[in-house]
């Protein structure tokens, strides 16, 4: 049965923010434990939404069987107490692809099972590492979505990812991934940097501890994955939902100075090829480079197209939902602090007299109201006289985004990315988070 397109335009341009969101999704996963594969699965979804508000009460009907559309048109009508507008034109919406879109049709299961025995066979024997769980997450979505305002839009999201878990000999327990929008040949690519990652942090965990008390010290974090702190203690902060619920720490600053000139924050969901890269949101509305903070200053919060509204924000295209039985609201696509000097890395390390260096940042908490956080630090060494000293493997960092941000005394020129799984509201949707190396003045530390 095919989509009853006029009929949909109809209905969906006669509520308050109507919105059809329709999906077909395909999803193999491939599992390699400890010299065995364990698993091959593939998944097919299919399903649709038609939601809208009423009395600012979000109302949706969600689906597998297509064929229930006309009457879940008619439930939606009534629930608006309005009628079809007959008078709505379609239009399409022309999009240029700026991500590969990888089927993995002509990649054979031998490869795939190659790609994953490569990884177990580059660190099965390293002297510290006990157990190893390698998976090849494929994704092939495809959207339909028909707004309010009459557009009809259709799109292709891939998304091919490897994660692995290790546990060490002496039972420390971490994740690295990597992955996004890219080929087969450029996900094997990344594979590479996160093995060497890898077997630097399971070393880190073997390594005699340097015994120092806890307290407030100097920390440097690395490039890439530590951006998670960033995204959890200031992104989330702002979300035009919490702004509008005035629930985020930031509700009250926009456009003022909180943090320091070294400080711009930016989403970006057109970045090539990176995990939450998108041509459009789940409303329609183009992804675009929006600038949440720039030199200190809050100049805006991500929106949908809802709360754009009622914040009188501009629209960012950050309207998205984990799947078709789910609501939109406000979320982050890729965002990262922005390079700010020529500094490198070595020169952080050498202006610290005692302190760390955080490689990467683990599992961690934050309340988004507060902007408190605590995250685990791992692969962590000793900082003494501009010189790394020792090995610490892992320490717990604890503070709030604005005292973070506001003690950033150099940010590096070394941007880099990792891959997340933002969770908000029971849902889940691909991210990215990043930054350059960073040296923070102060930080407390807990051992």
């Known amino acids: 049965m095919t989509l009853p397109i006029q009929q949909i335009n109809e209905c969906i341009s006669a509520l308050d923010y109507g919105n059809f969101f329709h999906e077909n999704q395909k999803q193999e996963v491939l599992i390699f434990q400890d010299g065995n594969f364990i698993s091959h699965t593939n998944v097919k979804n299919s399903g649709y939404c038609i939601s809208s508000f009423v009395d600012n009460n979000h109302i949706i009907y969600a689906n597998s069987d297509i064929k229930s559309i006309e009457r879940n048109l008619e439930n939606i009508l009534t629930k608006n107490n309005t009628k079809l507008n007959k008078s709505a034109t379609l239009t399409s919406v022309n999009i240029e692809y700026k991500y590969y879109d990888n089927k993995y049709e002509n990649v054979s299961i031998e490869d795939k099972q190659m790609m994953l025995k490569h990884i177990y066979d580059m660190l099965h024997n390293h002297i510290n590492i006990k157990s190893i769980t390698v998976r090849l997450i494929i994704k092939h979505q495809e959207v339909t979505i028909i707004n309010n305002e009459s557009n009809f839009l259709y799109d292709i999201r891939p998304s091919n990812n490897i994660a692995v878990s290790i546990t060490t000999k002496n039972d420390k327990y971490f994740y690295r991934s990597c992955g996004g929008r890219i080929s087969f040949l450029e996900l094997l690519f990344e594979v590479n ?10 070393t880190s965990f073997m390594q005699e501890k340097a015994l120092i008390p806890s307290g407030k010290m100097t920390v440097i974090l690395g490039s890439g994955d530590p951006g998670t702190l960033l995204h959890e203690a200031v992104g989330h902060g702002l979300e035009a939902d919490f702004f509008y619920q005035k629930s985020s720490v930031y509700s009250s600053n926009l456009n003022q100075k909180i943090f320091n000139d070294k ?3 930016i989403d970006d969901g057109t970045i090539e090829n990176k995990h939450g890269t998108l041509h459009f949101d789940d409303e329609g509305t183009p992804t675009q480079k929006t600038t949440l903070i720039e030199n200190g200053y809050i100049k805006t919060f991500m929106s949908d197209r809802r709360y754009g509204d009622k914040c009188n924000l501009k629209r960012s295209g950050n309207g998205r939902r984990q799947g078709y039985t789910h609501y939109i609201f406000p979320r982050m696509t890729n965002t990262y602090l922005k390079p700010n000097s020529n ?3 070595d020169d952080m390390i050498s202006s610290v007299d005692r302190g760390i260096y955080a490689t990467n ?3 961690g908490q ?3 109201i507060s902007g408190q956080f605590s ?4 692969g962590v060494y000793l900082i003494e006289k ?12 604890s503070g709030t985004g604005k005292e973070v941000l506001n003690n950033i005394q150099a940010v590096g020129n070394d941007l880099a990315f990792g891959n997340g799984s933002c969770g908000k509201n029971g849902q889940y949707v691909p991210v990215t988070v990043g930054q350059p190396s ?4 102060e930080i407390q530390v807990a051992f």
């Open 361 to 363: 940042l683990g599992t």
């Open 193 to 202: 940097n996160i093995i060497e990652n890898i077997k630097i942090t399971a």
């Open 375 to 378: 995250f685990c630090g791992e």
């Open 366 to 368: 934050v309340d988004i």
């Open 438 to 441: 960073t040296l923070i003045s």
């Open 263 to 265: 400080i711009t924050v």
């Open 343 to 345: 500094i490198t890395l």
């Open 386 to 397: 501009g010189k790394i000293t020792g090995v610490i493997a892992s320490c717990n960092l």
